[in-house]
């Protein structure tokens, strides 16, 4: 059983003593001594949660509680995955991209989803991921689920019984997936918000510059109030200068009143284009982003998989999206893992640590950090409604990860691969499951 650098007992009391903590990730610090946005805390865990958090070294340790002395490992809550594609995950073996671009993953995806997506081939995928998600460290994930007509059926059943199977390790969310021309056909919407309501998730799609976006958007906004979902976007996943879908929904949220219709936070993923846009839309752009209440979701590894990709030529454009910008507007800003080891992103394995050192290098998290550590804890936990996720603070569980690395470049220069994750209190076994366990699904 691995379970991480840490040698936690089995002791249900406990003080991890001497903690480096992300400021912006748990309450009170603007008291506390501050260096690189971190600070010094010991932490008391009593019975599965978290009963105090106070500076390192101010509160003596009470009779019955066990001192763990961390020497100053850096310790997150649980991450929160905003946006990932479980159905979708580990089909690379037997479908790769032919050559990396957006439209090769489109067509992968689409000929090994009619060949192989049966309930038990996703359900053995997804099953996979979460058990890597889990054994990093993530404790909320949201899920968009391809969501064509003949797929509905076959995915969402299995997306409610694992939300079942994994309730206490991994909060499930899930976002209904398909084209915004799929949208627009007759009795889809009613029918997926039928299925969405019934299985617990949300309604969602892929915009695009379609001659049906705007009164698909109409559609999807209206049947979304009516049903009580809430709304979670594919935008703009392109280079395109010429594609302003983002700045559509913005407006259609504004004219729907949707900040105030109790539904939640909108969430917009990719919104690529905007990079590549002249500033006078950009600033008319995040206007009506900011207006409209919007949270924006980055997923800038697989973004930068595909954008820009054009053979025998070097990328020039990173492919992300303009958050330091964002942020700036109050709009709240995320990263999350995306797609994993298919026709979409070749690589990754739900670890939200990688997403969030990646999106340092790529995004300029740094210098200073701030509290984008909270682009991947907090904010995505505030966004989609992870009641109790992202922050260290007394009476949430005592779900945390900690890691050997003691300050930003000592945590972002390796993978941390001997972390230890404590879940209710206890450390969990962080062994990862083997890919050859996927085996029978290619032979």
């Excluded at 059983?1 to 003593?17: E, N, W």
């Excluded at 054009?310 to 964002?326: D, F, I, S």
């Excluded at 290098?361 to 804890?377: E, K, M, Q, S, Y």
Aim: proline content about 6%; charged content about 20%; glycine content about 10%.
């Amino acid at each position: 059983m691995g379970s991480g650098f840490l040698a936690l007992t089995a002791a249900t009391r406990y003080r991890l003593m001497d903690a480096t903590v992300p400021a912006s990730l748990v309450d009170g610090p603007g008291a506390w001594s501050t260096r690189d946005d971190l600070v010094r805390a010991d932490i008391l865990v009593l019975d599965g949660v978290v009963a105090g958090v106070d500076a390192a070294g101010t509160v003596p340790t009470a009779p019955g509680v066990v001192p763990v002395l961390l020497d100053g490992a850096m310790v997150f809550p649980c991450f929160v995955d905003a946006h990932t594609h479980l159905d979708k995950g580990h089909i690379w073996p037997r479908t790769p991209n032919p050559d990396g671009t957006f439209p090769g993953a489109l067509a992968a995806v689409a000929a090994d989803r009619a060949a192989h997506w049966s309930a038990a081939d996703v359900e053995a995928r997804m099953s996979f991921a979460l058990k890597s998600a889990f054994a990093y460290g993530t404790a909320a994930i949201r899920t968009h689920i391809d969501s064509l007509p003949a797929q509905i059926e076959i995915s969402w059943p299995v997306f409610a019984a694992l939300r079942e199977a994994w309730r206490g390790r991994i909060d499930l969310q899930a976002s209904s997936l398909c084209g915004i021309d799929v949208a627009v056909e007759e009795g889809y919407l009613p029918r997926i918000a039928d299925v969405a309501k019934r299985f617990g998730g949300g309604l969602g799609c892929v915009t695009y510059m379609s001659p049906n976006l705007p009164g698909g958007l109409e559609a999807i906004f209206r049947t979304a109030r009516e049903a009580g979902l809430p709304l979670d976007f594919h935008v703009d996943e392109t280079l395109d200068p010429g594609a302003h879908s983002l700045r559509l929904i913005a407006e259609a949220a504004i004219r729907h009143g949707w900040s105030s219709a109790g539904l939640g936070r909108i969430v917009v993923g990719h919104c690529c284009s905007l990079s590549a846009q002249p500033e006078a839309e950009v600033q008319m752009t995040l206007d009506r982003v900011a207006e409209a209440g919007l949270a924006v979701v980055s997923l800038p590894m697989c973004n930068m998989y595909l954008q820009d990709r054009r053979a025998g030529l070097t990328p020039r454009r990173r492919g992300v999206t303009l958050l330091h910008e964002m942020k700036a507007r109050g709009i709240p800003v995320m990263v999350a893992s995306d797609n994993t080891r298919d026709p979409f992103y070749a690589y990754g394995d739900l670890d939200m640590l990688e997403t969030y050192r990646e999106a340092t290098r790529i995004l300029h998290f740094d210098h200073p950090v701030g509290d984008w550590p909270r682009a991947a804890t907090a904010t995505p936990a505030e966004a989609c409604g992870f009641a109790g996720r992202g922050r260290i603070a007394p009476g949430t569980a005592a779900d945390l990860v900690v890691f050997r690395g003691r300050c930003w470049t000592e945590l972002l220069s390796r993978p941390q691969s001997d972390r230890t994750v404590i879940r209710a209190g206890r450390a969990i076994d962080t062994t990862l499951p083997d890919y050859r366990d996927l085996d029978t699904l290619w032979s």
